[in-house]
């Protein structure tokens, strides 16, 4: 399985945008880079995945280098519900047999 | 309506014992996971299932048998509980990839917190 590499944690303050790196320089022409983040006594949640082109949803942005050897999550205003750790996870072609391999994650705390 | 929904959500156990947690999904998926959280709070999966065939088996000790009765449903079995099987347990499923458009996101149940005393 490819692997990330995250900070441990970072902090934030409220209303202010967030730039969550990760950094994936073995990643191979097929995998995806995949975002789930998982709040404080919950299950994880998807939060936004790419292949090489820059992706924007309703929760966050992930800008993707050219290289693919990095990637960033951009959370755009964080409020103290987006405090939670977030995971950067690279995946096959979403066949169903590619499973997710979490890692440690970078632990995101936002203060008020 | 819970997407994945797991019970129970709570269970304390003696060493020894057998249980079993439950998972269902009505979401439609074809597959599903099982993924365990320890104290250190790493994810790692455990099985998978698609239409309630076994496609991933990760080094788990036989004592956990997964079920699958239907594809909406994914059940855990422990025997012979042991301390070291104290963890949260996910459940989650998928819908296999059909198009650029789709996600293949998991969605993940809420967690069952399994404590062997």
């Keep these: 399985d490819a692997k990330t590499t995250q900070p441990n944690s970072m902090e934030s303050n409220e209303e202010e945008p967030v730039h969550l790196p990760c950094n994936h320089s073995t990643i191979s022409g097929t995998d995806y880079i995949h975002w789930y983040r998982q709040l404080p006594s919950q299950g994880p949640e998807y939060v936004i995945h790419g292949l090489t082109s820059n992706v924007n949803n309703r929760m966050a942005s992930l800008a993707i280098a050219e290289d693919r050897k990095s990637s960033t999550l951009i959370l755009h205003r964080a409020t103290l519900r987006d405090a939670a750790v977030y995971y950067c996870i690279l995946r096959g072609d979403m066949e169903y047999g590619n499973k997710l391999v979490f890692g440690a994650g970078t632990i995101l705390r936002v203060k008020s | ?117």
């Design chain 2, 1 to 117: 309506d819970t997407a994945v929904s797991q019970t129970p959500k709570y269970l304390v156990t003696q060493m020894g014992n057998d249980k079993s947690i439950k998972c269902e999904q009505n979401l439609g998926h074809d597959t599903m996971y099982w993924y365990k959280q320890d104290s250190k709070k790493f994810l790692k999966i455990m099985f998978s299932y698609n239409n309630k065939e076994l496609i991933i088996n990760e080094t788990v000790p036989n004592r956990f048998s997964p079920k699958s009765p239907d594809k909406a449903h994914l059940n855990l079995h422990i025997n012979s509980l042991e301390l070291g099987d104290s963890a949260v347990y996910f459940c989650a499923s998928s819908q296999e990839k059909r198009s650029e458009r789709d996600t293949g996101e998991l969605f993940f149940g809420e967690g069952s917190r399994l404590t062997v005393l």
